[in-house]
Every structure is written in structure tokens, then in C-alpha cells.
């Protein structure tokens, strides 16, 4: 028993992502035709050329049919996945092994949520029937429950910590606003932040991911088929997802300043990659900065800085786009919006440009020494989550 | 002899100011204060706490459970089967509603003195009235609840020595279902009613129990007519007429006989004469006589230790709380119903608040499971676990101002249990700013909502009030 990974089995050919915004003038189905379309004139391909559909919503359809009845999908199999705020993402994980058994020649992973017709603000799931004893307390609240764990297991001052997310926000903005498809385009300065009303916690609104509808979509072969569609195919070294005990909340052990499940995720991940030291190894990462705390923790959890020390990276520019370890390039949840499941397929699309050398001049990181990139999807709260992983190369080996 | 084995009054955390009231409408209340039930209390949660208070100090377990209320939680449906498994009875115990009228608790009271085996009664209120009306401002909410049984369940610590009742149709007050206002005749005409038959029910139970009006050394009188309640203890012939509490608490109604009985049992000495007088669509009497057995007694949380601990309310916010007036709600869903089957199959857990404890390691998970976080515990290898009454020590808390709430913001902590188990849990009874890491906590039973017409019942912590959660 042991998770063996797919590495160099899989690549990815073309990709397609819509802006991500409030699209009061589109509804599931035309996001879904944009970024499908997308994606197959970036791989050159027809939708009749793609054998099977993985489709992950968290909430905007359901079945199969969301997508082949828009799409006019004739006699292919669609499935559609959920798996919270990961779901985009367990969409590419299950169309990739899906080509790797040889079942299919070719699939698509395409997310797509559309929160904004909802009339409420926020992300906002309906509930399975229950015994009404769930707590009743936003996503926020619950991360707002890292910075005082944060602050006092490693002596950090909670005024100054408060100003180190702000500044991941200011980060994430300032990529954002480089960035035409992101939600957000406006930088933001962490002192502006920190000003702002509190809602959650300590947590302002703007400490909180962009809520926007979009949908993004890959098309993957195996590899060995790769350059029959595509000059610079996108590998797939790792694919990894935990899902948790919840054991988190219950037990008296558990701290609030690490995600358990998502370490696990990653170290599965850099030992399919065959990854030793992840900071010297990577070139990017996308992460799921769905709040400020968030992305700090993950910074650790992942191996990019010692523990105890995210805080200071942070202050220390090291996770800029132009830094030693640069995190969400493209403005992440934060500034780029989060379509629930469409969020982990846009964090892929990122790798694909970022990679690839096609971010654009202005936008480009330096792949100079590095040419890994790291994809981090993570769905539910501190304490009960589940955690999806990946790596990607442009070369394989 | 049957009698009082042991009895527990609930006084809810918030008081209203009366002079608030007329600070903003320019004219109604008073001097002192008032109780407030909580926006996530109503009687039925009352009811729960105040049979907890009274269960804690015996061994003795209630074979029947009778509830008592003139503002019933469900109507149709029982509101005494959800104190009953909040209370963990077996279900071989009957749990019944004495509803609807002021004069129901005192009459569960009389009745489950009169009936066999140890019988818990128990009484609630939440009192109000149109803003700016008397009863608005003279009402209270809270609980009372008493185990009657004899030598045989446990000892008495007060006997019955007698009783009497005087009853006779006559519309003084009355109040339409659903209506936020009780109704109240010229107050002159029911002063002529009760008056006589007061006097009528005191004499008899005097003799029923043998004594002399002077050998009765405290009377607790209440009603729902203040002039004639007033009016009558002055003419009983005793040696003191019991604090009624209306200057903190108020008029709590159908559970206002116990509150005051209790806190003057809670003060009184083996061998003391005890009164009780409601006057409320006639009178009732019960003749109490203290034993030996009440020097023993520790009261699980003393009337007056509540009384003293209490946290004022704003006069809007008690207006909201009683839907007298509605504020914006945040821009999120509201809470769906809980579903009836799961919560059935959850009832251990979501009413009596018993988690599951794994027979190896010990670990305690709440809620219960079936399979253990931890690998040396077998599958379905765990133990019940009742948590209800132990204490908890704010590991982190944070303050919610997205979340739906009725009474928005939700304050939230994670809180670790004397003795090891977790459960990140709202709190209640608690200003935001005054949550720390490290305070002490205690589980509650609270409405946490109501949706499509259905109560949704669990447990919230609160700051303790009681210094007898296990440490």
C-alpha cells in the first residue's frame, strides 16, 4: 500500500479561464462554454476529440449534465466531482488518472461555480439535512482563530501579526492588479487593511478570498501523446489529496497554527516528485490564501520556511512575485476570486502560463534556476479539512 | 410524610433597567430591575436549567416529570419530553405539560404533592407586555423546579403539612394565544374576588395542617394581581411575608411561587413553617414545614448567588429579543430546520449532551462517533460520555459579525473540558469584549434557533456561574 503518483504519466495540452467577476450577465452554462472553448483552442483540439469530462461545481448543477447538456456533449461520459473549495482541482486529479490507466485518450477537467445569483453575500453551501447541532459560524471566524494560536505559540506580537496578513493581501492585490482576468485589479495597501472594520475576529473583509463567478478547464493526454497537440506541454509530477479526521476539533492537542492535512498533502506530493527541499526546488506555488492566516500557515505546512517563521518571509518580501519564493503570481483567492469549483483549475492555469514563459512581460517570474510549480487546494476549516496537492513541470525528469 | 426532596430556581443572566423604559418612550416603568430570558431561551430551556440545579444536589431520580408554563414553547406538541431528555430520565419516566394558564405551576406543584412516587415539577415564565404597559415592566422570566417524593426517594428537607384550594370563574386576566399582551379587567373588581377567596383556602389549609396563622413563621404570596396579592398577605396573620424579588427579578409568573419558595428554602432553618399563597383565577395554599434534613441540603446554584449575578440588557435589545421590534439580520441564509429523524437518532447527544469516550485511550469525541481518531480504540469501542455538567476552560474565541444570528454578533470559542475533550462551541450570556483566553465555561441548553416553526435545541457554554462544575 503506498501512493505511488502518476509523475510524467500525465500532461496537460491547453487550458482556458474566464475572467473571474460578479457576471451578472452569464450563467453556468456560458462560463462553462467560455472556458471549455478556451481550452480547446488552446490545445488545438474539438470537444469530439476529448473521451471524458470530469465537471466539479460545489454548488451550481449537479450530475453530468450541467456540462454535456450546454456543451451538447454526444454519448460522453461526464462526471460531475465535489470536494469543497478543492473541487476544481479533484476534477483534474481524477481526468488525469483516468488517461494514466489508459482508459481514455484524452479528458477534460473543467470547474465552474456561480456564487453570485445566490442573493447573499458570501460563499453560502444549503445544508444536508441535519440534527442541528453543526455550529453555526462563517469560514472566516474559523481561520480568524489562527492569529491568536499564531501569535502566541510563537511570541509574536498580535498588532504585528495582524499587519503580516495584511500585507500577504497587499501582495496578492498587487499581483491582482496585474493580472486581466483577475476579480480585483486595484492594489490595496496592508495599512488600509489593518484600518478596516473588523468581521470576523481580527479579520477585515479584505482578509477574506474575492467571491466571483468563473470557470476554468485542462484537457490532459498521457504524455507520451503530449506533442501531438502541443510544442510545451505542462507534466504532471504529483497529484495528492487528504481528507481529514476532523479530529482537529475535537482534540485538546490541536493548536490552530498548522493545517495537519495539508503537510500531509505535500509531503505525499514532493515524494511522488521525488522533491527533497521544496523552497530550493520550486520556482511557484499557488495556494489557497482563502483568508490571510491562511496562506501564512500554508507557508509552513508546506515546507517553503521553518515553523515559527512564515511571519517573517512575509515581512520580508520573500513571497512577492519578484522574491526568492513567489506565492500566487496571480493574485490568488484573494484578488483573482473565488468560483469555488472552478479555484483550483485557475491556480493550474497560473503553473500553465507561469511555466510555459507565457505570463507576459510584466507578470513573469524568473525560471532561470527553478522550472517546478506547486498547486495547493484546500477545502473546509482549521481542525476539519481536505487537502489536494500538486506539482507540474514543463520537462519531464 | 410527602414533601420537597430537593428544588432549584433559575433566575436568566440579563436585567432590564425599568428606568430605561421610560428613557426612551418617555413615559412606563419603574424602579430596579427586571430578569430577561435570553433571545436564545425560552421556557422550556429555562425549565431545563432549573431542574438541573435541582436535580444536582440528590441522588434521587423523578419518575414522572410534569412541566408547568403559561408561555408554552410548542403548543400540540409536549415541551416537558425535551426537559426529559435534556435530563436524561429513562424513558419509563412520563413527562406531561400542565399548560397554559399562570395558575398551571402552582397546581403541578399541589398535585404532585397529592400523587405517588418522586415526581418532578417543573415551572417556567417569560413575562411581558406591550412596551410601556405595567406588566412590562413588573413581569420577569424565569424557572423553578422542585422533586416531590417522600422518605422512600430521598430525604425531605420540607413536608407538606397542608393544603387548600378556593376556585371561581371570574375574567380578571387573559391573553389570546400568540398574543404579545395579557388583558386585565378594573383592577377594583378582582381585589372583590380574591379577597374572600383567599381567605376561604387559608383557613381550610390551616386546619388541614393542625396550626394557627402565627405559627406560620414566613408566607411566600404571588399572583397576577398585584393589589390583591398585596392586600391579602397583609391580612394572612403571619410572622413575615417573604421578599417577592420584584425589585431584581419581577413577577415571573406561572414559575413565580417556586423562585420565591425556593429562595426562602434556600435561607431557612430545619423546623420553619412555610406558606405559599397564589392567587391566580382563585387561591392555592400548600403549608410547608422544614426538616431536619435541609441543614444537609446544598442548593445546586443558590437564588440569591443568581440574583446577585446578573448583566444589564438594553431596553432595545430586550425589545428585539421579545420581537417587539426587528432589526436587519445579516445578508446570509437563515438556519434550515433540523431534521426531526436525525435529531431523534442524535437525541443523546443534541439534548443531554453525552459524547463518546474511546474505552482505550480514553479520548473523548464530541460529538460521539463510532470510530475512535485514535488507532488503539476498536471499532464502536466507546463508552457514553455526559459532559453536561462539567466545566471547561477559552482555549481561543473569536467574534463572528458575518454569521446569521437573531442576536448578531455570535461569539465563538474553542473550549477544552476538565479532564480532557474539545468542542469549539458558541457562547451566550457573554459581552464580546469581555471573552479571555482561560475563562471558565459551562454548557447551557438554549434554543440556538427556530426555523420553519420547529425549536432547534443544543448546548452553548457560558461564562460559569456555578462554582460546582468539576474542576
Same mark, same amino acid.
Given at each position: 500500500?503506498?501512493?505511488?503518483?502518476? !509523475?510524467?504519466?500525465?500532461?496537460?495540452?491547453?487550458?482556458?479561464?474566464?475572467?473571474?467577476?460578479?457576471? /451578472?450577465?452569464?450563467?453556468?452554462?456560458?462560463?462553462?462554454?467560455?472556458?471549455?472553448?478556451?481550452?480547446?483552442?488552446?490545445?488545438?483540439?474539438?470537444?469530439?476529440?476529448?473521451?471524458?469530462?470530469?465537471?466539479?461545481?460545489?454548488?451550481?448543477?449537479?450530475?453530468?449534465?450541467?456540462?454535456?447538456?450546454?456543451?451538447?456533449?454526444?454519448?460522453?461520459?461526464?462526471?460531475?466531482?465535489?470536494?469543497?473549495?478543492?473541487?476544481?482541482?479533484?476534477?483534474?486529479?481524477?481526468?488525469?488518472?483516468?488517461?494514466?490507466?489508459?482508459?481514455?485518450?484524452?479528458?477534460?477537467?473543467?470547474?465552474?461555480?456561480?456564487?453570485?445569483?445566490?442573493?447573499?453575500?458570501?460563499?453560502?453551501?444549503?445544508?444536508?439535512?441535519?440534527?442541528?447541532? !453543526?455550529?453555526?459560524?462563517?469560514?472566516?471566524?474559523?481561520?480568524?482563530?489562527?492569529?491568536?494560536?499564531? $501569535?502566541?505559540?510563537?511570541?509574536?506580537?498580535?498588532?504585528? *501579526?495582524?499587519?503580516?496578513?495584511?500585507?500577504?493581501?497587499?501582495?496578492?492585490?498587487?499581483?491582482?492588479?496585474?493580472?486581466?482576468?483577475?476579480?480585483?485589479?486595484?492594489?490595496?495597501?496592508?495599512?488600509?487593511?489593518?484600518?478596516?472594520?473588523?468581521?470576523?475576529?481580527?479579520?477585515?473583509?479584505?482578509?477574506?478570498?474575492?467571491?466571483?463567478?468563473?470557470?476554468?478547464? $485542462?484537457?490532459?493526454?498521457?504524455?507520451?501523446?503530449?506533442?501531438?497537440?502541443?510544442?510545451?506541454?505542462?507534466?504532471? !509530477?504529483?497529484?495528492?489529496?487528504?481528507?481529514?479526521?476532523?479530529?482537529?476539533?475535537?482534540?485538546?492537542?490541536?493548536?490552530?497554527?498548522?493545517?495537519?492535512?495539508?503537510?500531509?498533502?505535500?509531503?505525499?506530493?514532493?515524494?511522488?516528485?521525488?522533491?527533497?527541499?521544496?523552497?530550493?526546488?520550486?520556482?511557484?506555488?499557488?495556494?489557497?490564501?482563502?483568508?490571510?492566516?491562511?496562506?501564512?500557515?500554508?507557508?509552513?505546512?508546506?515546507?517553503?520556511?521553518?515553523?515559527?517563521?512564515?511571519?517573517?518571509?512575509?515581512? @520580508?518580501?520573500?513571497?512577492?512575485?519578484?522574491?526568492?519564493?513567489?506565492?500566487?503570481?496571480?493574485?490568488?483567492?484573494?484578488?483573482?476570486?473565488?468560483?469555488? &469549483?472552478?479555484?483550483?483549475?485557475?491556480?493550474?492555469?497560473?503553473?500553465? *502560463?507561469?511555466?510555459?514563459?507565457?505570463?507576459?512581460?510584466?507578470?513573469?517570474?524568473?525560471?532561470?534556476?527553478?522550472?517546478?510549480?506547486?498547486?495547493?487546494?484546500?477545502?473546509?476549516?482549521?481542525?476539519?479539512?481536505?487537502?489536494?496537492?500538486?506539482?507540474?513541470?514543463?520537462? *519531464?525528469? | 410524610?410527602?414533601?420537597?426532596?430537593?428544588?432549584?430556581?433559575?433566575?436568566?443572566? +440579563? +436585567?432590564?433597567?425599568?428606568?430605561?423604559?421610560?428613557?426612551?418612550?418617555?413615559?412606563?416603568?419603574?424602579?430596579?430591575?427586571?430578569?430577561?430570558?435570553?433571545?436564545?431561551?425560552?421556557?422550556?430551556?429555562?425549565?431545563?436549567?432549573?431542574?438541573?440545579?435541582?436535580?444536582?444536589?440528590?441522588?434521587?431520580?423523578?419518575?414522572?416529570?410534569?412541566?408547568?408554563?403559561?408561555?408554552?414553547?410548542?403548543?400540540? !406538541?409536549?415541551?416537558?419530553?425535551?426537559?426529559?431528555?435534556?435530563?436524561?430520565?429513562?424513558?419509563?419516566?412520563?413527562?406531561?405539560?400542565?399548560?397554559?394558564?399562570?395558575?398551571?405551576?402552582?397546581?403541578?406543584?399541589?398535585?404532585?404533592?397529592?400523587?405517588? &412516587?418522586?415526581?418532578? =415539577?417543573?415551572?417556567?415564565?417569560?413575562?411581558?407586555?406591550?412596551?410601556?404597559?405595567?406588566?412590562?415592566?413588573?413581569?420577569?422570566?424565569?424557572?423553578?423546579?422542585?422533586?416531590?417524593?417522600?422518605?422512600?426517594?430521598?430525604? =425531605?428537607?420540607?413536608?407538606?403539612?397542608?393544603?387548600?384550594?378556593?376556585?371561581?370563574?371570574?375574567?380578571?386576566? /387573559?391573553?389570546?394565544?400568540?398574543?404579545?399582551?395579557?388583558?386585565?379587567?378594573?383592577?377594583?373588581?378582582?381585589?372583590?374576588?380574591?379577597?374572600?377567596?383567599?381567605?376561604?383556602?387559608?383557613?381550610?389549609?390551616?386546619?388541614?395542617?393542625?396550626?394557627?396563622?402565627?405559627? =406560620?413563621?414566613?408566607?411566600?404570596?404571588?399572583?397576577?394581581?398585584?393589589?390583591?396579592?398585596?392586600?391579602?398577605?397583609?391580612?394572612?396573620?403571619?410572622?413575615?411575608?417573604?421578599?417577592?424579588?420584584?425589585?431584581?427579578?419581577?413577577?415571573?409568573?406561572? %414559575?413565580?411561587?417556586?423562585?420565591?419558595? @425556593?429562595?426562602?428554602?434556600?435561607?431557612?432553618?430545619?423546623?420553619?413553617?412555610?406558606?405559599?399563597?397564589?392567587?391566580?383565577?382563585?387561591?392555592?395554599?400548600?403549608?410547608?414545614?422544614?426538616?431536619?434534613?435541609?441543614?444537609?441540603?446544598?442548593?445546586?446554584?443558590? =437564588?440569591?448567588?443568581?440574583?446577585?449575578?446578573?448583566?444589564?440588557?438594553?431596553?432595545?435589545?430586550?425589545?428585539?429579543?421579545?420581537?417587539?421590534?426587528?432589526?436587519?439580520?445579516?445578508?446570509?441564509?437563515?438556519?434550515?430546520?433540523?431534521?426531526?429523524?436525525?435529531?431523534?437518532?442524535?437525541?443523546?447527544?443534541?439534548?443531554?449532551?453525552?459524547?463518546?469516550?474511546?474505552?482505550?485511550?480514553?479520548?473523548?469525541?464530541?460529538?460521539?462517533?463510532?470510530?475512535?481518531? +485514535?488507532?488503539?480504540?476498536?471499532?464502536?469501542?466507546?463508552?457514553?460520555?455526559?459532559?453536561?455538567?462539567?466545566?471547561?476552560?477559552?482555549?481561543?474565541?473569536?467574534?463572528?459579525? *458575518?454569521?446569521?444570528?437573531?442576536?448578531?454578533?455570535?461569539?465563538? %470559542?474553542?473550549?477544552?473540558?476538565?479532564?480532557?475533550?474539545?468542542?469549539?462551541?458558541?457562547?451566550?450570556?457573554?459581552?464580546?469584549?469581555?471573552?479571555?483566553?482561560?475563562?471558565?465555561?459551562?454548557?447551557?441548553?438554549?434554543?440556538?434557533?427556530?426555523?420553519?416553526?420547529?425549536?432547534?435545541?443544543? /448546548?452553548?457554554? +457560558?461564562?460559569?456561574?456555578?462554582?460546582?462544575?468539576?474542576?
Amino acid at each position: 500500500m503506498a501512493s505511488h503518483g502518476i !509523475k510524467d504519466q500525465v500532461a496537460i495540452i491547453g487550458m482556458g479561464c474566464t475572467q473571474f467577476r460578479e457576471h /451578472w450577465d452569464k450563467g453556468v452554462d456560458d462560463l462553462l462554454i467560455d472556458s471549455a472553448t478556451a481550452a480547446f483552442d488552446s490545445a488545438g483540439v474539438a470537444k469530439d476529440d476529448v473521451d471524458a469530462f470530469w465537471l466539479g461545481t460545489a454548488s451550481s448543477g449537479m450530475s453530468g449534465l450541467t456540462l454535456s447538456q450546454p456543451l451538447k456533449l454526444e454519448g460522453k461520459p461526464v462526471t460531475r466531482v465535489e470536494n469543497f473549495c478543492a473541487t476544481g482541482s479533484e476534477a483534474l486529479r481524477q481526468a488525469s488518472y483516468a488517461v494514466a490507466s489508459g482508459a481514455y485518450d484524452m479528458a477534460m477537467a473543467i470547474g465552474v461555480e456561480k456564487i453570485k445569483d445566490s442573493g447573499y453575500q458570501g460563499l453560502n453551501a444549503a445544508p444536508a439535512p441535519h440534527d442541528g447541532t !453543526k455550529r453555526n459560524l462563517t469560514a472566516a471566524a474559523m481561520y480568524s482563530l489562527v492569529l491568536p494560536a499564531y $501569535a502566541a505559540r510563537y511570541g509574536v506580537d498580535e498588532d504585528e *501579526l495582524r499587519m503580516v496578513v495584511a500585507k500577504i493581501a497587499e501582495k496578492n492585490h498587487r499581483n491582482g492588479a496585474l493580472n486581466p482576468l483577475a476579480q480585483f485589479r486595484r492594489e490595496m495597501p496592508a495599512e488600509k487593511i489593518c484600518e478596516m472594520a473588523a468581521v470576523a475576529g481580527r479579520l477585515s473583509v479584505f482578509d477574506c478570498s474575492g467571491v466571483a463567478d468563473g470557470s476554468a478547464a $485542462a484537457i490532459v493526454v498521457r504524455a507520451e501523446d503530449a506533442h501531438q497537440y502541443c510544442d510545451d506541454p505542462l507534466y504532471i !509530477k504529483a497529484l495528492s489529496f487528504v481528507s481529514g479526521t476532523g479530529g482537529g476539533l475535537i482534540d485538546p492537542d490541536y493548536d490552530y497554527t498548522t493545517f495537519p492535512e495539508c503537510e500531509m498533502a505535500g509531503a505525499d506530493a514532493y515524494r511522488q516528485a521525488g522533491i527533497e527541499d521544496p523552497r530550493s526546488a520550486l520556482a511557484m506555488a499557488e495556494v489557497h490564501d482563502c483568508f490571510t492566516p491562511t496562506e501564512m500557515v500554508l507557508m509552513e505546512d508546506l515546507g517553503f520556511c521553518e515553523r515559527g517563521t512564515a511571519w517573517k518571509e512575509v515581512l @520580508a518580501g520573500t513571497f512577492e512575485r519578484t522574491g526568492d519564493m513567489p506565492i500566487n503570481t496571480d493574485g490568488g483567492l484573494k484578488a483573482f476570486g473565488h468560483p469555488v &469549483g472552478a479555484s483550483g483549475l485557475r491556480m493550474h492555469y497560473e503553473c500553465w *502560463l507561469q511555466l510555459r514563459n507565457k505570463a507576459g512581460e510584466d507578470r513573469q517570474i524568473d525560471l532561470s534556476t527553478r522550472n517546478l510549480g506547486l498547486v495547493h487546494n484546500l477545502g473546509g476549516y482549521p481542525g476539519e479539512m481536505v487537502s489536494f496537492v500538486s506539482i507540474l513541470g514543463p520537462e *519531464l525528469g | 410524610m410527602r414533601g420537597i426532596i430537593s428544588f432549584g430556581g433559575y433566575v436568566p443572566y +440579563r +436585567r432590564l433597567d425599568r428606568s430605561a423604559i421610560a428613557a426612551v418612550m418617555g413615559k412606563g416603568g419603574g424602579r430596579g430591575t427586571r430578569s430577561v430570558a435570553s433571545y436564545d431561551e425560552d421556557t422550556t430551556t429555562m425549565g431545563v436549567e432549573a431542574a438541573r440545579l435541582a436535580l444536582r444536589p440528590v441522588e434521587a431520580e423523578p419518575r414522572a416529570l410534569w412541566f408547568a408554563t403559561a408561555d408554552p414553547a410548542y403548543l400540540e !406538541k409536549t415541551n416537558a419530553t425535551a426537559i426529559h431528555a435534556a435530563l436524561r430520565l429513562d424513558s419509563s419516566v412520563g413527562a406531561l405539560d400542565f399548560g397554559g394558564a399562570v395558575r398551571s405551576g402552582i397546581g403541578a406543584l399541589r398535585t404532585a404533592l397529592d400523587a405517588k &412516587g418522586p415526581t418532578l =415539577v417543573v415551572t417556567a415564565d417569560i413575562r411581558g407586555g406591550l412596551p410601556t404597559g405595567a406588566d412590562e415592566a413588573t413581569g420577569g422570566d424565569g424557572a423553578a423546579a422542585f422533586l416531590i417524593g417522600t422518605e422512600d426517594d430521598g430525604p =425531605v428537607v420540607a413536608e407538606l403539612l397542608g393544603s387548600a384550594s378556593a376556585t371561581e370563574e371570574f375574567v380578571d386576566r /387573559w391573553r389570546q394565544p400568540g398574543s404579545p399582551s395579557t388583558g386585565q379587567w378594573e383592577e377594583r373588581f378582582g381585589e372583590t374576588r380574591y379577597g374572600p377567596l383567599a381567605a376561604q383556602a387559608w383557613k381550610e389549609a390551616l386546619g388541614a395542617a393542625g396550626i394557627e396563622a402565627a405559627d =406560620v413563621d414566613v408566607a411566600v404570596v404571588t399572583g397576577s394581581h398585584s393589589r390583591a396579592v398585596k392586600r391579602v398577605a397583609g391580612q394572612l396573620g403571619v410572622a413575615r411575608v417573604a421578599d417577592d424579588l420584584s425589585a431584581v427579578v419581577g413577577n415571573i409568573g406561572t %414559575a413565580h411561587p417556586g423562585l420565591v419558595l @425556593a429562595n426562602e428554602l434556600e435561607q431557612a432553618e430545619p423546623g420553619q413553617t412555610i406558606a405559599v399563597v397564589m392567587l391566580a383565577d382563585g387561591v392555592e395554599v400548600l403549608i410547608l414545614r422544614t426538616t431536619d434534613a435541609l441543614a444537609e441540603f446544598t442548593p445546586g446554584l443558590p =437564588v440569591a448567588d443568581q440574583i446577585a449575578d446578573g448583566a444589564e440588557v438594553s431596553y432595545a435589545t430586550f425589545l428585539q429579543w421579545r420581537e417587539m421590534i426587528q432589526i436587519q439580520p445579516p445578508n446570509r441564509p437563515e438556519p434550515t430546520r433540523p431534521s426531526s429523524s436525525a435529531a431523534a437518532r442524535a437525541q443523546d447527544w443534541k439534548y443531554g449532551f453525552v459524547g463518546s469516550r474511546g474505552t482505550e485511550s480514553g479520548t473523548l469525541h464530541l460529538p460521539p462517533a463510532r470510530v475512535s481518531i +485514535r488507532h488503539e480504540d476498536e471499532l464502536d469501542a466507546m463508552d457514553p460520555a455526559p459532559m453536561a455538567d462539567v466545566g471547561a476552560t477559552v482555549v481561543t474565541f473569536t467574534i463572528d459579525r *458575518l454569521v446569521y444570528s437573531v442576536s448578531p454578533p455570535v461569539v465563538f %470559542a474553542v473550549v477544552d473540558f476538565d479532564g480532557g475533550g474539545r468542542l469549539p462551541v458558541e457562547l451566550t450570556d457573554v459581552e464580546p469584549d469581555a471573552v479571555r483566553i482561560g475563562q471558565r465555561v459551562e454548557m447551557t441548553f438554549r434554543r440556538l434557533y427556530e426555523a420553519e416553526g420547529i425549536n432547534n435545541y443544543f /448546548w452553548k457554554a +457560558r461564562p460559569a456561574r456555578s462554582g460546582s462544575s468539576s474542576e
